[in-house]
């Protein structure tokens, strides 16, 4: 198992430079800004571009650049500065990481809790009412963009713009060592928000895999021992049926630390995506460079907790 | 592989983002492109605030404002800043020589400076003296000297530094051209508080008037001069301040992680240094939060709801119009001034557009006043009919809101007899185009440009002519195509200018200098405008002293502009600002409107 | 057991069973009015194809079939207490208690995810109260009791780290943690080797005697019960075609599809030598099953009014203690069984004892006047 483990994280620093090797080529064909021209501002001087150039180290032949940058990686975690602040870019993103991980990982909890929760209580009443009407909102809410839903909610329960004042609105986040329970009342909204969907989502998945499992003979094992009800659907179904939502919920957690920047915005919350956005926006390459390499580590690094998870939760499950 | 997968996905995702992103950043305004403004007489909806009416004095001393903007910052080294929103840190800690009162853009007052600078040997000699009493925020705390403002200038040429303007401005410095950092020769303080500088040639009024930007501002060598041997400088995040506030810095001055959090926040707090009695500031807050991020509709909303708020950039569209119908006296318009236009270019150099009568033609069947709807109508736009501005000396002189009186400019919702009339001029009898080429016509593809664009494309199809339309994100357009030479662009629907101060060369020099088009890069002069005479008369009148003087000579190179219908003007922009019940908002005109820190105050 | 109908109360009775499904496309009748009993101590086999019935009628004993919306009618009378009219909670006392139930596929009925030994702690502890301890050394004596070598380091095994006899060893264990009087093995060696088999049916018998435990033994082979059962119940299409003691049956089987699940075991007492003929055709539907007699139609010796008559089960006339519903005298049975017992097909035995062949019965069945009388049994 170590030795999977090593080999695996061996293979995602190798998929991580490719990842940034395929960036740098894709940020520099695709017709997005020169950031030295911008830079130059209106008044393009060619002697001023070259300066920029050679300042930011774009006067470099692409090889020798992403070599540079390489090398910055893997001998001092460097991940380079950016253009415009100048800020060291993993400074930048240490920054942002406590505010995205509180918001992606309290969502999670959140949407795990509820889309379960639905999950079960859907599977255990199939067809009833219940079941459809709470099937047909969690239809709603996948297909509800989260930007629009972010703004709904910030116009009813927001305390300085809403309808009625119940939750902090935009802006109002802070850290959790600062002051933790601004921290945990600044982020119900936003959490609901990145919540609604994917709990939606996993109250399906669940549902149809629950519903699955109550049919394996196990289960019929389960209740033929005298088993109540409740322990047969909550020990032995749910082990079973929750294994799909352990993948997902590994790949949706890294993936939404990446990317959560819509909720970020709508919130105000200074996150990871909206770090990478605002980079986007102003071709800051090394914040790009320096956030999609972390998105894509949360992505491999999930992969390969997933895989392990599904080693403990499935012994048939070996890796050699 | 699973990973693999995903992480592909997220690569892609990220590069479509960049498309998407691009699309959405039309507001980054900073260098390349327009502006907004708007003339002060044109009307504002009733109870609307006008940045040149406001009343500088009598405002509360103290309390906290705090200022939300979607937008980050972009350089806020004094040496590099070049963006409105910079202007807006900069302008209230550092003190340039020369800055704009909020209510003008045209008459500068003495900053830094004691007062208005000596000209001598036939303009080619600048001497300026400076304030005594002026001192540095910590940590360096020492009395600001001629030397240092020295040093700024010198930086300005410093590799390191890469200011993006000064070989617009500041060529006929002695030794600016040539200088690959370090001293420049003819930058020399020969005093505690006495500064000289000696040009090559004799044009001393466009280097004062460029000496409002914030390079003028002192920079203590000794102290700076180990963050700009950096590559690139690192003396934004260490910058002392002149002016009265500055970032909130630590005992070693570091400002970056302290007093601003890239694309997070920004911390004014008094400069302890600073002592009014050398200031026409008021300087009434005590500090300035500046939140950056946030989406638009919601902060617009939290500024209009809340209180002790402003929002430093353009409010959204529909929280404009509730400002207009529920919050008027909450809302400000600052119309012309340094606020900017849009206007379509056309190829003056290649192609069927070096025919003046189809220039004309286009600009007599363009509908002006659609094209102003398209972009959100007259709370944001008057329609423009010549090329100074409102707020810029000569604009009376041109023409004012009305313009020249020449058929093809009197008629802003398009005419199409005089339209005809032209094209049978420019040897098309049937009034239609029937040359065989194509029309490669490059717009803005995000709303509302893209409509724009749309609109004068379907214009130019009425004209008879063959086009093809490609719409790319905002930045693509600047970089890679229109004032591309190479590139062939016959019609650029979507640019815009806003002047870097406020004189009429800044105005008009650059987008329509032909002697400044360079053949390999990108050039701010988009329609590649390139006629002999109106080069000379730039020439000629970049030289003329005086604001009353320059505003004469530079009304008459516009009726030049419009004679040759070198483009197709059509917006004055207004900028819209809003502020909560309780802020007295103080605009700065000169700045597109955005506040001025240094005279809001509290209510 | 060659006198079921003994003085003595059975431990189990189950009177006039019938269990539906209502489905989409109807109304599934799964069980269709099915009486039996099991005495202490003994072995019922019950035996039919897939679909006859037989595994649904047991799951009702342990009210399993409620949970699937199964409607429920009859009695089941366990110990005196009627299972049928049971709340939940009180049959859950029941369940893994007095009475246990074991399963086709060992590998599918255990839980992949649980250690074998957590299965059996989890067994022992839900009708005894006892410590973690205390259940776990009770759960590696049953898996020592059930013949599993080492079992205190089998009880830290996952199933799939068993081999299928073992599994099927492990279930038994888990179905005996409380002792119950009654067991019901659902195919219980279905899926396993032939050796395996055996040696889980002996492994079967040995317990009953330890224990003193009743049996129902479910399969579709006649064989597998040969040996073990007292009683053979034959259920065909949710109903007990036959029903008498293991002896009599093999015997003198009296119903033409127990003659046909004889002809199809290999290894049935000097029938050897002959070939392996599987029943023609395929179980009927239970939403719409063949009016008349449910065998009727894969019947070799049906005639004309066996699709109207539905015959019932009664004893036959002089052995009380055997019950069968068919149509066919039982003088022409005899024939037809001795003329099988001779080596011949269903073809030949139909011939040589006279009737007509299906198609032709069905041409005379067109005749009016070919009305078949009443058969009496």
Known sequence: ?320 | MRALRTILLTVLAAAAMTALAACGSSSSSSSSSSGTASSGSSGLPAGVKNPVDESLTGGKHGGVLNDVQSEDFEHLDPGQAYFQLDYQITNSTQRALYSYKPNTFSQTTPDLAEGEPKLSDGNKLITINIRKGVHFSPPVNREVTAADVEYAIDRVANPNVANPYYLGYLEAVEGMKSSKGGQIPGVKATGKYTLQIKLTEPSAPIVVASMVLPYSAPVPKEYAAKFDAKKPSEYANYQVASGPYMLKNNSAGKILGIGYQPGKSATLVRNPNWKASTDFRPAYLNQINIAIGGDANVIGRQVLEGSDMVQSDAPAAPIVKLAVQQHPSQLTISAGGGAGTRYIAINNSYGPFKNVNLRKALWAATDREELDRLRGGKTVADVMTHFLWNGIAGFEESGGFTGPKVDYNEHPQGDMAVAEKYMKLAGYPSGKYTGSETLQVVGDSSAPANNVAEAVNSTLEKLGFKTKLNLVEHTVMYSKYCGVVSEKIDVCPNVGWIADFGDPQAVLDVPFNGNLIVQNGTNSNWGLVNHPKINAAMEAASKVVGVKARGEAWAKIDEELVNEAVAVPYQWAKEPYIESKDVEGINDYWNSGTFDYSFTSLK | MSTPSSAAEPLLRVEDLRVEFPTEDGVVHAVDGVSYEVQRGRTLGIVGESGSGKTVSSLTTLGLTRTQGARISGRILFDGKDLVALSESELRTIRGNEIAMIFQDPLSSLHPFFKVGAQLIEAVRVHQDVSKGAARKRAIELLGLVGIPDPNRRVDEYPHEFSGGMRQRAMIAMALSNEPQLLIADEPTTALDVTVQAQILALLERLQQELGMAIVMITHDLGVVAEMADDIAVMYAGRIVENASAETLFAGPEHPYTWGLLKSIPTLTGSRAQPLVPISGSPPSLINPPPGCHFHPRCPYSQPDHARIDPQLRPLPDAPSHQVACLLEPSVRKRLWDELGEGKTPEQARADVGLPAPAEALASAADPVGDAPEVGL
Do not use: C
């Open chain 1, 1 to 320: 198992m170590t030795r999977y483990i090593i080999r695996r994280l061996l293979w995602g620093v190798v998929l991580l430079v490719l990842v940034l090797a395929l960036l740098f080529v894709i940020f520099r064909i695709l017709p997005t800004a020169d950031p030295a021209k911008l830079r130059a501002g209106r008044i393009q001087n060619p002697k001023i571009i070259a300066e920029i150039r050679h300042d930011l180290g774009l006067d470099k032949s692409l090889p020798a650049q992403f070599w540079i940058y390489i090398k910055g990686i893997f001998l001092h975690f460097n991940l380079g500065y950016s253009y415009y602040s100048n800020a060291p870019v993993k400074e930048l993103i240490f920054n942002r990481l406590p505010a995205t991980l509180s918001l992606v990982l309290g969502g999670a909890v959140i949407w795990l809790f509820t889309g379960l929760s639905i999950g079960i209580i859907s599977a255990r009443r199939a067809g009833s009412k219940l079941d459809r009407a709470s099937m047909g909102t969690a239809l709603v809410l996948v297909s509800a963009p989260e930007f629009w839903l972010g703004l709904l909610v910030l116009f009813f329960f927001a305390s300085d713009i809403g309808k009625v004042h119940i939750f902090p609105g935009a802006g109002s986040y802070v850290g959790l060592t600062t002051a933790p329970d601004k921290w945990f009342t600044s982020l119900i909204m936003p959490w609901v928000v990145v919540a609604a969907g994917t709990a939606a989502i996993y109250a399906r998945l669940l549902r149809g895999s629950l519903i699955e499992t109550m049919g394996e003979d196990y289960i019929r094992t389960a209740r033929a021992k005298g088993l109540s009800e409740r322990r047969v659907v909550l020990r032995h179904g749910l082990r079973s049926a929750i294994n799909p939502i352990v993948t997902v919920l590994g790949i949706d957690i890294a993936v939404l630390l990446g990317s959560s920047v819509l909720v970020e915005t709508v919130f105000d919350i200074p996150g990871i995506g909206r770090l990478n956005y605002v980079a986007i926006t102003h071709s800051d390459f090394p914040i790009v460079q320096g956030t999609v390499l972390f998105a894509a580590m949360f992505v491999i690094l999930a992969n390969i907790i997933v895989d392990i998870a599904y080693a403990y939760l499935d012994p048939r499950v070996r890796y050699s």
